[in-house]
């Protein structure tokens, strides 16, 4: 599919997969209730789990939420790229209620993959992306895990594999302290930095951010988490950091350097890749927390309990 088709199956109210340097997205007009539907209906997603609106430019964030000093700022210093901002809708948001699942917030992003920007600003609305899988399962980073988890008649525009490969960091703005909803492709420690304040974690998940509650990135087979050597008499597929331990059945290289960066954007595609039927775990070399280690280990731990 070009880009060109995907702009106009937008605007017909289908959906799409399409690119963005974080994962792929499951695509459709935000503004358009039956188009998101149809995204819910795709992903098998609980109702109550809020979307993400995707737009072009920072101009179309004014008719959607109310104004915030805070938000501008982090617009200004991470926008195009992998941060989510949540914040009160304005009085005549056009996007519909179910992109927020009925709450009184709309979490709005602009990515920075060069197709889906210019799809965006052919598009001219926003649109709403979750992440193009079934609802639970591991998060795709290339066309071939769109269809994997979608099904083969899934249309799909063709960015290549994504740069950053984890999520958006996902912070809330609705009250006096800015809040981390969702770790992710921006390290919080940068996010603080340019904020002037630390992040608040919030207590109750389950009215901050729906989606975190539930299971999330699982494989098929289980995850054994701070794993470095192998367990005797199990066929265990290692997903290894920096240098490799001997004796795994099977083995996939996140970072050789140990560099958290490069093991986010193979993270995805590890867990796809050693989720076979000849193993029977997946074991993860321990990963340090500092910087985009902490989004690797929450996910990782979703991932583990989710099962
Ligand atoms: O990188 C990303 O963010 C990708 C790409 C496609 O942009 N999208 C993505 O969407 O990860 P999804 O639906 O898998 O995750 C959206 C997260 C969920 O944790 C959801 O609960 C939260 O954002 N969220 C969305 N709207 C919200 C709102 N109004 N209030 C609080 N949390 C919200
Ligand atoms: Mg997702």
Redesign the pocket.
């Known amino acids: 599919m070009t880009r060109d088709e995907a702009a106009r199956r937008l605007l017909a109210g289908d959906v799409v997969a399409i690119p963005?340097e974080?994962?792929?997205?499951l695509a459709a007009d935000a503004t358009n209730a039956a188009a998101v539907a149809r995204i819910y209906a795709a992903k098998g997603r609980p109702d109550f789990?809020?979307?993400?609106s995707?737009i072009a430019a920072p101009t179309q964030l004014a008719g959607l939420t109310l104004p915030d000093s805070r938000a501008d700022r982090l617009a200004a210093a991470f926008w195009p790229g992998?941060l989510?901002l949540?914040l009160p809708r304005a009085p005549n948001c056009p996007v519909v209620a179910a992109v927020?699942?009925g709450?009184d917030?709309?979490?709005v992003?602009i990515?920075s993959h060069p197709l889906a920007r210019e799809l965006l600003a052919m598009v001219g609305r926003p649109v709403a992306?979750?992440?193009a899988n079934r609802s639970g399962h591991v998060?795709p980073t290339t066309p071939q895990h769109v269809l994997a988890s979608l099904g083969p008649d899934m249309p799909v525009l063709d960015g290549g594999p994504c740069q950053v490969g984890l999520?958006?960091t996902?912070v809330?703005l609705t009250g006096p302290q800015p809040l981390l909803?969702?770790p992710?492709?921006i390290a919080v420690e940068t996010i603080e930095a340019v904020l002037g304040e630390r992040l608040g974690h919030p207590q109750d998940a389950k009215l901050?951010?729906?989606?975190?509650l539930l299971k999330h990135y699982a494989p098929a087979l289980p995850l054994r988490l701070d794993a470095t050597a192998p367990l005797p008499g199990l066929r265990e597929g290692l997903l290894s950091f920096g240098p490799v331990p001997a004796g795994f059945a099977a083995q996939y290289s996140l970072s050789a350097s140990g560099d958290a960066a490069e093991a986010a954007a193979n993270l995805y595609a590890g867990l796809h890749a050693l989720d076979r039927t000849d193993l029977q775990g997946i074991a993860v070399a321990p990963i340090p927390e500092a910087g985009l280690g902490a989004a690797i280990n929450d996910r990782l731990r979703r991932a583990a309990r989710g099962r």
Do not use: D
């Open positions: 963005t974080t994962v792929y997205g789990n809020p979307l993400i995707h992998p989510t949540v927020s699942a709450l917030s709309l979490a992003r990515p992306a979750p992440s998060s999520e958006s996902v809330g909803l969702r992710g492709g901050q951010s729906p989606g975190m």
